[in-house]
Structure formats: C-alpha cells, structure tokens
C-alpha cells in the first residue's frame, strides 16, 4: 500500500493563536506556562488534523515557538554564547531570536535571512572554529512523546546536519563543515533516543541539495551519512523548493532508507529518479504542493504516479512537496471570496485530504468512482473555464509586452536635464522611501471603518487627516521631495490586490513570516484588470496641499507577485506582465493628474531570483522588461523612482541598471560600504539614493555617520545624481522618532551642498 505523510504543517493556529499568546507572553501578560498551554493545544489540533483526514503518520518535531532553525540551535546546545543565559530553554531561545527576555535580559537579536526562496525567515546560526556541540533533546522528545500519546505512528522531524551548518554564518571565517566530525556523533545519539521513544521513521531535512552547492559540501554527504548509518532507525532524506540535478544521484545514493523529491517545483526528475534509485529505498514524491493555495489536479496526478506505483510498490509514499507551513489553515472559511475562487482553494487542511484521497484512489481504483474524487475533477474544471479567470484581451495584452523590449523614449542623461527643468530641485535632493508612522490612530480609524462604526466618508476625511499632518512636518522638516505617507495602504500589495479584479484578499489566510508575525498574500487568480485608477486621488488630494513635488507611490509588478499566491496555470512571467500592465495604466494615470515623480517599488526583486544559478538569466529578464513595461508610457520630464531593500547587489546591480530607474533608493545604511565598493567596481549612472540611516533602529542617526556615507558616495556617484535619504519605508516608526531623524538628514544634506 501506498502512503501519504506531511512534510510538516503551520504553527501559528488557525485563528494565529500562538501569535497572541506569544505576543501576551512577551508583553508580560501571560505566564510561561499559559504560553506552552496554547502550544500544546496547536499541536493536539495539528495531529488531531491529520489523523482524522487519515495520513499515515503524523508528523512532530516540526512545531516551534519561534522558528525551526533556532530550535535545531537549541537542541544541539548552539545558541549563541549570549543568549545562553539561566536555564530556561524558552529564555533562551527568545533571548537569542529577540534579543530580549520578559524577564528583562537583554542581548542583540540573531540575524535573520529568508528561508530559501520562500517569505519565511529563520534565525541564522552563528559558527565559529572552536564551537562544541551538547545535545539537548528534551524539548524535542517531549514534543514527540505527546504526538505519541494521540498515535503511535509518529515520524519525526530534523534538520539535517550539513543543511543546518551550511544555513549557518562564519562569524571567523572559518570553514563550517569543520564543525562537521564535532555534529555528527551527536545526531547518532539522537537517532538511538528516538529509537527509544519508539520512534521509526525520521524525516531529515536537507533542502541544500537542491541547490548550486560547492563541491566540497556536496562530498560531504557521503561520508556523512555513512557515519549515521547502522542504528536502527528509518531515514527518509528529504529535499523540496527545486530539482536536485547534479545533486540527484549523490542524494539516491546515500545509505539512507528513503529519499523524498519535491515534483511540484521539478517534475522532471521523477523519471531519472526511477532510473537511478536502489531496489530497497522508499521514494517519497512530493505531489501536493506545499508552496501554493490551489487544489491539486489529482487526476492528472494519478496518471503521472502510475509507473512509479508499478515500478515501486509499497516502497512508494506520498507527500506535501514540502511543509505546509507556507500555506495557511483552512479554506472551508473562505466564503466571501469573488467568482467562486473559495471553490478552488486547498489550504493545509485541503491538502492533507487531497494527499489522503490521491493515496486512496492508487491503492483501490474505486475511489475513482466516488464522491470525493469527481467533486475535486469537477472543481479543477470549473477553474480551468472561468470566465473570470480567462479574459482574452488580458492575455494578449501582457503576451505581446512580453515579446517587446520596453525603454524610455530618451537616455537617462536627456531625460535627467528634463527632469531638472520642470522639477528644479536643489543638489542632494531630500526625500522619504513612502510611507510614515501607521500611528494608533491610523490603525484605529481601519478598525472602526471595517465594523462599520465609521462611513466610508468619515473613514476618508480621517485619512486625510493624516495625509495633511504629514505633508506639514514634510513641509516644516524642510524635504524636497515629499510623499504622502501611505495612510490608506493596510499593505504594500494588499492594498493592490484589493483593487485589482483577478486578485483575491482571503479573510483568514494568514501564513507564519517569522517569530510572531504573519503575512496575508493575496491570491492572483486570474486575469488582471483594474476597473479603476487605485492611488491617483489619493495623489492628487496631496499634490493640492503643497507647493512642494509630491512622490507618487505603487508597488511593482514583481513585488506584487512575489508576495502574493500566484497562479500556477501559467508562468510567472505572465502574470508579471498583466499586473504591469494595469501599473503601467496607473503611471500614466498620476501623470496625467500631474504627478511628475512616481516610484514603483521592487523590493522583492533581488528575493525573487530563482535558488539555481542557471535560471537566472531568464528571471532577469522578464523582471526587469516587465518594470520597464510598467514605467515606460511616460514623458521624458516625468522621473521615475525605484525602491530596493537588502543591500547584496554585487551580482545584480547590471540587471538593476537595465531597470533604468531614474532615481534608486536602496537599503544599504547598515552596510553602506559593501554597496560603495560594487558601485566602485562597476559604476551605476542612474540617480541613486543610498539610504543614509537604519531605519529599523529607533535612535536619531549620528550626523557624521550620514556624512561619511554621502561623502564616500561622491567617489563612486556624481553630485548631481545622488540623493538623500533613509534606507525604507518609516512606517514601523514613531513621529517622535521620524522627526528628528529627518531634521538631522536634511542638516547634513545642507552641509553637504556647501562643501561642493
Ligand atoms: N514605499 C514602501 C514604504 O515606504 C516601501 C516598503 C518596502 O521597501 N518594503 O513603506
Ligand atoms: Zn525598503
């Protein structure tokens, strides 16, 4: 008989219950103990889930308070020096993700970088040469033995060794597969206490593999896992995000009892997966996908699986592609959604019956005949036909940008001398990144519209309110280039995705980002239009309050994407195309309205680029010719802005001058130097604005570091092309911080003007 198991599932609670408990718990509201109640009970109900659907294990170990990497740090005594104070393990892990305690211990917080190519971030661990290892498991089995107390058939979760070290950063420039000889010994010991525990699967995590990975860490597995082998425990290796390539045969080959690939992201390698793997592994393909919201073909599946059923028997399994924990809960709410998308969405739970159901129609060809399974045909079909999902002009639109080449009319010098003469702005021009402090007031207003306390009028007038009180400090603090600070966006692409028809806004589709905090992607369902300008009056109302240049403000194609559900019935560049193109209406829209700085933000196009190094050439370009396409149905004279956050641009900065922003904002103040010396090595001729200041740090920058940065800039970037500026958006600010904060930047742009 064929199986099906989950790679792991979401943590934060179907209504984010471990969110609220955390943040109670952090604020000093609630006890520790209350805090490990609404994490048990989020267990129970996880297991409980997956029983009842009827998986054939369920899985434990992939439950964390905070985040799975910083567990794995804990569990083998490798939390950084400075959060490994007392002995409360909880203290501890929120002493090194935080860098603060409710018992009022303080430390720095541990870096943070996104996992993979996913909107999860996981806690970096910190490697030094002369790090020591000490198993810790007693968070681990207890998590185990609870799972076991719901059912016997638990598979366990842990990251694998050379994952967990290569996701880890070199605090001496050592090498961290040094650590290597000093980790194993204990990962065998694990292995024999979960023997123990009764344990008799492990799934052990090594995503690297599918990655570009440098030969030396490649020829570690081997040895690695001989080393792990022997103790009477099942592995099963598991990879997902992307194909193994080079890395397939390495991976079939270890001395481990199955092998799990991800076929949603690369289906190809199931047929030299057939080929190659040995006549006792079990193979584990990833078919429900663990990355998007839509239910599964199960159908065309089926027939995709039938000769690996008949080549493997009993040694094939099922599974998610990877864990669920990049979807959310539970679609069977989703009542209010348009066109009857609610229809077509799997969740977690979804998936875990799809997972169950395909299992059940491979085994018995009855199922073909029942409810269940002509109800998911009958779904995916209704899908496939919608009108509101399929509108010709749409796609033609989008497929013929694609074929084209955008670019402005003029070269940036041409158009620079334009932009100076209509916008006539001093040297070192002043401006924010969009958006300022979303007060309590702000919040409040939203909260009390949306239950109907406010009128939509009141709501607005309240809104502008705000946008007024912004533009006078603008106007007092003395910026030359000012925004409207974004009052109205709940979200950068939220906001969007309200407006646009093809985008849905789930009620309760929340999904774990990082610690506490979750995001809400809207879901691109279908063919992009906008019925309406989203942000001109906005714009305009704002532009009337001022003598000064007001910024208009969007979010790019590529952004959007990246940060919503996409559709996975046809390419990404497609659907970046259709949201272009109703950016590039809006563009034009402002302009019209007499908007003559318009910024697009792309902070997700460096996060964008593929996890292979082979795909991408061809990334770039539909990213960067889709900006392009957004932004070019402009004058000359009319300047177009771009926003970028994280500073590693080296390998990119060709494609970021292929965007041909004329002005960009990077976020570089917490590394200024890096960006300086790429620009050194290869100049960028555009407008730049290095971002002057962190604005994740609440203190007022010091005026000589801002100094330092501009001026080391004029090394690199002529006068009249740099800008001033903070390094993102202010929104997670205060006023009381914003202000002196920006009086201090305009004083050093001013110094900075005489000195030239
Ligand atoms: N315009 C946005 C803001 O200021 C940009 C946010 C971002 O870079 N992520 O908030
Ligand atoms: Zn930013």
């Given at each position: 008989?064929?199986?099906?198991h989950t790679?792991?599932?979401p943590?934060v609670?179907q209504q984010?219950?471990l969110?609220w ?10 006890t520790q103990?209350?805090l490990?109640?609404v994490a048990h009970?989020q267990r129970l109900?996880?297991w409980?889930?997956q029983?009842?659907?009827g998986?054939d294990?369920?899985?434990?170990g992939?439950?964390a308070?905070y985040d799975?990497?910083?567990?794995t740090s804990y569990l083998?005594g ?8 007392g002995?409360?393990a ?5 002493l ?7 018992c009022?211990?303080?430390s720095h917080?541990s870096?943070?970088?996104k996992w993979?190519?996913t ?15 000490r ?5 681990l089995?207890?998590e185990?033995r609870?799972?076991?107390a ?7 979760v842990v990251?694998?060794?050379?994952s967990y070290?290569y996701?880890?950063k070199?605090l ?8 290597l ?7 065998s010991?694990l ?7 009764g ?8 995503p690297?593999l ?9 020829q570690?597995f081997e040895?690695?896992y001989?080393t ?5 425990l ?11 390539e ?6 079939l080959?270890l001395?481990?009892q199955?092998v799990h690939?991800?076929?949603v992201?690369?289906p ?5 997966a057939?080929?190659r ?6 193979l ?13 073909d199960?159908?065309?599946i089926r ?5 690996a ?7 094939l399994?099922?599974?998610?592609s ?7 809960y539970?679609?069977?709410g989703e009542?209010q959604l348009?066109?009857g998308?609610g229809?077509?969405?799997a969740?977690a739970?979804?998936?875990l019956?799809?997972g169950v159901?395909?299992r059940?129609?491979l ?5 073909l005949s ?7 045909a009958d779904a ?19 497929a013929?940008?694609?074929a084209f080449d ?22 070192f021009?002043?401006?924010t990144i969009g ?5 309590s007031?702000?919040r409040?207003l939203?909260?009390r519209?949306k239950q ?8 607005e007038d309240g809104l ?5 009180h ?6 007092q603090?003395g910026?030359d280039v000012?925004?409207?600070g ?5 979200d950068m692409?939220e906001y969007f995705?309200?407006?646009?028809e093809?985008i ?6 929340w ?8 995001v ?5 369902y279908?063919?992009?239009?906008r019925?309406q ?7 305009e109302?704002?532009?009337s ?8 403000m969007?979010?790019?194609?590529v952004?959007?994407l990246?940060?919503?559900f ?5 390419p990404w560049?497609?659907t970046a195309y ?9 563009v ?6 007499g908007?003559r700085?318009i ?6 196009l460096?996060?964008g680029?593929p996890?292979?190094k082979?795909?991408?050439k ?10 392009r396409?957004?932004v ?8 177009i802005?771009?926003h970028?956050?994280?500073?590693d641009f ?8 292929g965007m ?5 904002t990077?976020e570089?103040a917490r590394?200024?130097s890096?960006l ?13 604005g290095?971002?002057v ?14 100094l330092?940065?501009l ?14 500026n903070p ?5 997670t600010?205060?006023?009381e ?12 742009a001013?110094?900075?003007r005489l000195e030239?």
């Amino acid at each position: 008989m064929t199986l099906f198991h989950t790679l792991g599932f979401p943590r934060v609670g179907q209504q984010r219950e471990l969110k609220w408990a955390l943040e109670s718990f952090w604020a000093g509201n609630s006890t520790q103990q209350e805090l490990l109640d609404v994490a048990h009970t989020q267990r129970l109900a996880n297991w409980q889930r997956q029983l009842q659907a009827g998986a054939d294990f369920i899985t434990a170990g992939d439950f964390a308070l905070y985040d799975h990497v910083l567990n794995t740090s804990y569990l083998f005594g490798h939390l950084p020096e400075r959060a490994r104070h007392g002995d409360d393990a909880l203290n501890q892990l929120f002493l090194a993700a935080r860098g603060r305690t409710p018992c009022g211990c303080t430390s720095h917080a541990s870096e943070m970088t996104k996992w993979f190519d996913t909107n999860y971030h996981y806690l970096v661990p910190e490697c030094r040469a002369e790090d020591e290892f000490r198993l810790q498991p007693e968070l681990l089995l207890e998590e185990i033995r609870a799972a076991r107390a719901v059912y016997p058939k638990v598979k366990a979760v842990v990251l694998g060794p050379l994952s967990y070290l290569y996701l880890g950063k070199s605090l001496d420039n050592s090498n961290r597969l040094n650590l290597l000889p000093k980790l194993l010994p204990l990962y065998s010991e694990l292995f024999a206490l979960l023997k123990a525990e009764g344990i008799d699967w492990l799934q052990l995590d090594e995503p690297i593999l599918a990655l570009d990975l440098p030969s030396d860490w490649a020829q570690a597995f081997e040895p690695a896992y001989h080393t792990l082998r022997n103790n009477g425990l099942n592995l099963l290796l598991t990879t997902y995000f992307n194909g193994l390539e080079d890395n397939l045969s390495l991976a079939l080959n270890l001395p481990v009892q199955g092998v799990h690939l991800d076929l949603v992201s690369a289906p190809e390698q199931l047929t030299p997966a057939l080929d190659r793997i040995g006549p006792y592994k079990v193979l584990s393909l990833g078919v429900i996908d663990g990355r998007n919201i839509w239910r599964s073909d199960l159908n065309a599946i089926r027939e995709s699986l039938l000769e690996a059923r008949q080549q493997l028997g009993e040694r094939l399994w099922l599974g998610t592609s990877c864990s669920l924990l990049h979807v959310p809960y539970d679609a069977a709410g989703e009542h209010q959604l348009p066109d009857g998308v609610g229809q077509w969405l799997a969740f977690a739970q979804q998936k875990l019956e799809e997972g169950v159901l395909l299992r059940n129609a491979l085994n018995n060809s009855d199922v073909l005949s029942s409810a269940a399974w002509q109800a998911q045909a009958d779904a995916i079909q209704a899908r496939r036909t919608s009108t509101a999902v399929h509108k010709a002009a749409v796609k033609q639109r989008a497929a013929d940008a694609a074929a084209f080449d955008w670019q402005r009319d003029l070269p940036f010098n041409e158009r620079a001398a334009l932009q100076q003469e209509l916008l006539q702005l001093p040297l070192f021009p002043t401006t924010t990144i969009g958006s300022f402090p979303q007060t309590s007031g702000i919040r409040q207003l939203r909260r009390r519209f949306k239950q109907g306390e406010l009128t939509l009028a009141e709501y607005e007038d309240g809104l502008k309110a705000e946008i007024v009180h912004a533009i006078r400090v603008q106007e007092q603090i003395g910026l030359d280039v000012l925004v409207h600070g974004e009052a109205e966006r709940n979200d950068m692409v939220e906001y969007f995705g309200e407006q646009l028809e093809g985008i849905a806004v789930s009620a309760n589709g929340w999904v774990q980002s990082y610690g506490s905090r979750c995001v809400k992607p809207p879901i691109i369902y279908g063919d992009i239009e906008r019925p309406q300008p989203m942000t001109v009056r906005w714009s305009e109302f704002a532009q009337s309050q001022t003598d000064k240049r007001m910024k208009g403000m969007l979010t790019g194609p590529v952004t959007i994407l990246k940060w919503a559900f996409v559709r996975d019935d046809q390419p990404w560049s497609a659907t970046a195309y259709q949201l272009a193109a109703v950016l590039r209406d809006e563009v034009q829209d402002l302009e019209r309205a007499g908007i003559r700085i318009i910024q697009v933000d792309e902070p997700a196009l460096r996060e964008g680029l593929p996890l292979r190094k082979a795909a991408h050439k061809q990334y770039l370009q539909w990213a960067v010719n889709s900006f392009r396409f957004s932004v070019t149905g402009v004058a000359a004279a009319t300047q177009i802005h771009t926003h970028m956050c994280y500073a590693d641009f080296d390998d990119i900065l060709p494609a970021i001058q292929g965007m041909d922003a004329d002005v960009i904002t990077l976020e570089t103040a917490r590394s200024a130097s890096k960006l300086l010396a790429t620009l050194k090595s290869s100049p960028y001729n555009n407008g730049i604005g290095p971002g002057v200041y962190d604005i994740h740090s609440p203190n007022i920058p010091a005026t000589d570091a801002m100094l330092t940065i501009l001026r080391d800039s004029l090394d690199v970037v002529a006068a009249k092309n740099l800008w001033v500026n903070p390094d993102c958006g202010l929104k997670t600010r205060r006023w009381e911080e914003v202000i002196p904060a920006l009086e201090a930047m305009v004083a050093v742009a001013r110094t900075l003007r005489l000195e030239v």
